[in-house]
């Protein structure tokens, strides 16, 4: 892996090999030439890399005359708000979300705490382009005379306005009457620097794995079912009434009930929007590769429900569009604009709590009464060229389905759909099916992989 893998909002690479201290510089000075005026937020997770990116991070930053405050260890959704609070010009989070270990990267956030949308961050990417071909020309640089440096502030406070707006969405006194057992599993990431606080102002008793945000994840950090065996077991074992599963950043959260059974990422988004609409009526949107759980919670509501392209950035533009009260993705990241607009796992914690709380039953009987379906997802090996035959084909293949192109394609039955799309990174296609049972979303998979074999043969 020669290049790192660039995208509008950020870059991720392997430490020392596609993602060296000359690399982070080069797309700091081009996040800083864009810059409007003032001061920017810079974290990281707990990755052990992440100390010598934040030296980097800051110090180019300060090269190009800017002021940074540094955070130092912060979950994503945190640095969204103190770029928010602060009224910085910007942020930048040094994570790699769920990659494995020798992996790091940089997340790019907007002054309004967002991440980066497409249209701030191609200029971004074009700078970034020309600073890396002009090689070490001082001229082409965005940096600045001795006497024109930024200085570096440490935060003293990292954390207060994130709790205060998460727990402003909830009743905090009814949570606290019901005493929670609850396991955190923040796997050795940020999670756990807002996480313990959080269950403790909710008057939970948290028993917290790999709280000591040191990187040296004690599983595979994408927090899946099979990555999460072990946790599950432990969930029973300790008694609690339900697990929650962060990614080392934060941004994504997985659920394991009090019987030890992995709800998982897709039921997330599900659970919070449907008690996020029994205390606020409006629109919802998801990217369009999330469960149809959501959709049709929204249709049993009666509010408008609305799909973007999948990522984050694209989610939050839709949700802006269209006034959402709530948003997310399937991967375990539910976005509510009262915190900030960005995935945020301490948003789904509160709100599933809430939900717990006030209702009066455990995280199972939530899960059971959310619309049931099931997901399957598979890659195939295509290359971006062939892509638009294939999803031809597709079309052709399946005429009576109602189409979404907005992401690759997507076609629609009133009780099942499938996505295929082209990956970012990589010369593979995504394909994901949803229906009401295994086998159903299986063959639907089955038939759409045989169509993407032959558009690549």
């Not at 800083?32 to 800051?58: E, I, K, N, T, Y």
Request: hydrophobic share 45%.
């Amino acid at each position: 892996m020669s290049e790192p893998i660039i995208s509008v909002s950020g870059l991720r690479g392997i430490v020392g090999e596609s993602l060296t201290p000359l690399v982070a510089a080069s797309y700091v000075g081009a996040f800083a030439g864009v810059l409007g005026p003032g001061p920017v937020v810079v974290s990281r997770d707990g990755r052990p890399s992440g100390r010598m990116l934040a030296a980097v991070v800051s110090g180019a930053l300060a090269a190009c005359g800017r002021d940074v405050w540094y955070a130092d260890l912060a979950a994503t959704p945190t640095l969204g708000v103190l770029v928010q609070t602060l009224g910085a010009a910007g942020g930048i989070q040094i994570s790699a979300s769920h990659n494995p270990p020798p992996y790091n990267g940089l997340k790019l956030f907007r002054r309004d705490g967002r991440v980066l949308p497409a249209a701030d961050g191609q200029p971004v990417l074009e700078a970034y382009r020309r600073l890396r071909a002009s090689g070490p020309s001082a001229e082409a640089g965005p940096w600045v005379a001795a006497d024109r440096l930024g200085g570096i502030t440490t935060l003293a406070d990292t954390v207060s306005a994130h709790l205060g707006r998460v727990l402003a969405t909830v009743d905090v006194e009814a949570i606290r009457a019901r005493r929670f057992r609850v396991l955190l599993d923040s796997n050795a990431g940020a999670g756990s620097v807002l996480g313990r606080r959080l269950l403790a102002a909710l008057g939970c008793e948290a028993i917290v794995l790999g709280g000591e945000p040191h990187g040296r994840f004690l599983h595979p950090p994408e927090p899946t079912a099979e990555n999460l065996r072990g946790v599950s077991a432990q969930v029973m074992a300790a008694g609690a009434a339900i697990g929650f599963c962060q990614d080392p950043d934060a941004d994504r959260l997985a659920i394991i009930d009090e019987r030890g059974r992995y709800i998982g990422e897709e039921y997330t988004v599900a659970l919070c929007a449907e008690h996020v609409l029994t205390q606020r009526r409006g629109p919802v949107v998801t990217n369009c590769a999330t469960s149809r759980m959501t959709e049709d919670i929204a249709g049993r509501a009666g509010v408008p429900f609305a799909r973007s392209a999948v990522g984050e950035a694209n989610v939050v533009d839709r949700m802006l569009a269209t006034g959402a009260v709530f948003g997310g993705e399937g991967n375990g990241g539910p976005i509510d604009p009262r915190v900030v607009l960005v995935r945020d796992s301490f948003v789904g914690m509160a709100l599933v709590l809430d939900a717990m709380a006030r209702r009066g039953v455990p995280v199972s009987e939530l899960a059971a009464g959310l619309p049931r379906y099931e997901i399957v997802k598979r890659t195939v090996k295509l290359p971006p060229e062939q892509l638009a035959a294939t999803c031809a084909a597709l079309a052709e293949r399946w005429p009576e389905a109602r189409l979404d192109r907005q992401d690759g394609l997507r076609l629609d039955w009133p009780d099942r759909w499938l996505i295929v799309r082209g990956s970012n990174t990589e010369p593979i296609a995504r394909i994901i099916a949803e229906a009401p049972t295994q086998a159903a979303a299986e063959e639907l998979v089955v038939r759409a992989m045989k169509v993407a074999e032959a558009a690549a043969s």
